[in-house]
Nanobody, 125 residues
Framework: QVQLVESGGGLVQAGGSMRLSCAASGRTFGYAMAWFRQAPGKEREFVAAISWSGGMTAYADSAKGRFTISRDNAKNTVYLQMNSLKPEDTAVYYC???????????????????WGQGTQVTVSS
């Protein structure tokens, strides 16, 4: 079992930056991680993913060039650095985990077994 707790959300102006953190506890060894988001009235969508080793990453087109996913396995924490934020980035951001030691990343929601409670990110125009 893995427990995930997101933090770092809040209110920021368009063009600003924000860093989200996801702290994992429990049996954390070997878990690939990802960030998803869900805006009001919309489906949850993939944002970024990172392999267990950190050697592989993937981004949604909307995140490429602006967001960076990283991890510190010594701290059992995954980060999402978000720059040049836009109002359309407003959403609840969720951290997710799936067990995989492979050097691959997965972008589909149903492949992830564990989820955090989410953290609200609001970008004002």
């Amino acid at each position: 079992q893995v427990q995930l707790v997101e933090s770092g959300g809040g209110l920021v102006q368009a063009g600003g930056s924000m860093r989200l953190s996801c702290a994992a506890s429990g049996r954390t060894f070997g878990y690939a991680m990802a960030w998803f988001r869900q805006a009001p009235g919309k489906e949850r969508e993939f944002v970024a993913a990172i392999s267990w080793s950190g050697g592989m990453t993937a981004y949604a087109d909307s995140a490429k060039g602006r967001f960076t996913i990283s991890r510190d396995n010594a701290k059992n924490t995954v980060y999402l650095q978000m720059n040049s934020l836009k109002p359309e980035d407003t959403a609840v951001y969720y951290c997710a985990a799936r067990y995989s030691l492979l050097r691959v990343v997965v972008t589909t929601m149903h492949e992830y077994n564990y989820w955090g409670q989410g953290t609200q990110v609001t970008v004002s125009s």
